[in-house]
């Protein structure tokens, strides 16, 4: 059966028609910045998808919806999301005046989560783990093949998680958090100090002697290419997640891990070094059950397919 | 209906006839560190609950049993206990052999855990988390009135995230986990840290100048009455325990913290001063759905009471 994933993001709203996992058809709207809690656009990205593909509701297991932000999934009630301008917005009430079917809502991380457990890079799985290393660190569990939201489905922030008391300030105002160090925005700080206390590191020469062009790839492909000080910073870097990691392996004793986000992109390569740093530790890893770390197959399909999954 | 709970601890097995949450009859068994994988001595401690009591298998709802060391509770198997120089100990089913009743074995932090959500401090809540402050830092963690045991039941090892990367060296192999701090043992050695670089301070007049006469209460009680040394350590630790709460409250959302162990005989003073610490960061707390922090009170019989909840 089909059913609909909606991936509300920053910039746009992707609506998409999902069928076994794969997204058969799909649309994107830009969002303005200025248009507030309407669902208009939402609406008819919808009905396009059904009239497109000559369905109606009868032919959806229903509609899964992926965002941002604070959410009450229970409640189908977006608590706050800034980029849409939405403050204790009813999303799932106010679908269901035009779409009588099932209807889903969870936070972004988590419904990427479920997507690669249940269609993606985890699928042989039932109890995992994603990381989602962007601009921060984003969380998602599954706990026996089911989202696992934390109480009042505000919990699964496992990127703010201190891991370095007194350390690197975070956005969250605690000190010290996983997000401060292993997302893309810790990793290219890190990079950038590197460079500034290595003037002949071969990264000044990968970012054609701009440091404001350092990227979450820099350290990664320079220490690929062998340049001292950029191992370094992968090495430091693989350190801080690794630690993450085990943390959540002794809490959760998950079967999987799963890597998203721009920083996945390093593949075996990353996977490869964090598995060597957790093997040292016995505790969390050589004498207790052993655990995969993957990175994420889903890419940029990771939102609808997802949220597709929440009502399948 | 009538429950039994056994608690095997280091150094005896306790065993108890609970009814709604009270012991209502118990014995106790010192086990002898030579007797290896024997359960004579469990079966007559049970068969004594009974006759004394003049109850029959029927008038029992089952038989509950906490163990420390490494369990797998599905199968009802002690992997590993070295107390009790148990391995890969097939405990229920042997334990089956004498009683046809329902069996069910889990961790002892995980079965304290329950008995103070099902009867003792946390009894109004659904989701709790439990820390169990003495030698080591146990963890213990109830989702929707269920013992969550993480996968393998091999999880919920909650004094083991590091919280200082590169920090103290913890009994696990790596270093800066909780426990290394927020133990018992860890508030000991910041206290005689405190100790040796303030020789004025009271806690050498508490200890009768002695410092292996320091203990978890030493930096508490010298704190209270004014002593800056002291009040330091106990901030320390504060932050640290606090930390750790946070990281906590930030994956589960939990409503209530439990502090167990010998460290929770501060009560509120310590409760109090965590709540202070955690109200600073709006994130994990103020702007997050609220927590309480309490301390355990089913103090000794937490053990028998919680395995009893096992079966219940």
């Known amino acids: 059966m089909y059913s609909i994933g909606i991936d509300i993001g ?6 998409g028609l999902v069928k076994d996992g794969k997204i058969v058809s799909s649309n994107r709207k830009v969002t303005a910045p200025t248009s507030g809690q309407s669902l208009e656009n939402l609406i008819v990205q919808i009905n396009a998808l059904l009239s497109e593909n000559s369905l109606t509701e009868k032919d959806i297991a229903g509609i899964g919806i992926g965002c941002p932000g604070l959410i009450s999934s229970e409640e189908g009630v977006v608590d706050h999301n800034s980029n849409m301008k939405w403050e204790n917005f ?3 009430d106010l679908l269901k005046q035009s779409f009588n079917v099932k209807i889903k809502l969870s936070n972004d991380a ?7 457990t249940v269609y993606g890079s985890a699928a ?9 290393l962007g601009t921060g660190v984003g969380g998602g569990i599954i706990i026996d093949g089911k989202l696992y939201e934390g109480g009042f489905s505000k919990g699964a922030e496992l990127g703010h998680m201190v891991i370095v008391k007194d350390g690197e300030k975070c956005g969250c105002g605690r000190r010290g958090c996983l ?9 290219i700080r890190m990079t950038k100090t590197a460079m500034k206390n290595a003037p002949d590191s071969a990264m000044w020469n990968y970012v054609d002697g701009d440091i404001n062009k350092v990227g979450g790839k820099t350290a990664f492909e320079c220490a690929k290419a062998g340049d001292k000080a950029a191992e370094k910073v992968i090495s430091e870097y693989v350190a801080y997640l690794a630690e993450g990691i085990m943390n959540l392996a002794n809490i959760f004793r998950p079967e999987v891990f799963i890597i998203g986000g721009g920083v996945s992109a390093q593949g075996k390569y990353l996977t490869d070094r ?3 740093y957790c093997e ?6 050589t004498n207790a059950p052993k655990f995969d770390i993957v990175t994420a197959t889903l890419g940029n399909d990771a939102g609808i397919i997802g949220a597709a999954a929440l009502v399948v």
């Not at 920053?10 to 609506?15: P, Q, R, V, Y």
């Not at 988590?110 to 690669?116: F, K, M, T």
């Not at 042989?124 to 989602?132: E, F, P, S, V």
């Open 10 to 15: 920053g910039m746009s709203i992707k609506a």
């Open 90 to 92: 009813h999303l799932v």
């Open 110 to 116: 988590n419904v990427a989560a479920l997507g690669e």
């Open 124 to 132: 042989q799985y039932k109890n995992a783990i994603m990381l989602t």
């Open 179 to 187: 997000e401060a160090y292993a997302s893309a925005t810790g990793l």
């Open 274 to 276: 964090l598995k060597g």
């Open 280 to 285: 040292k530790f016995n505790y969390g890893y």
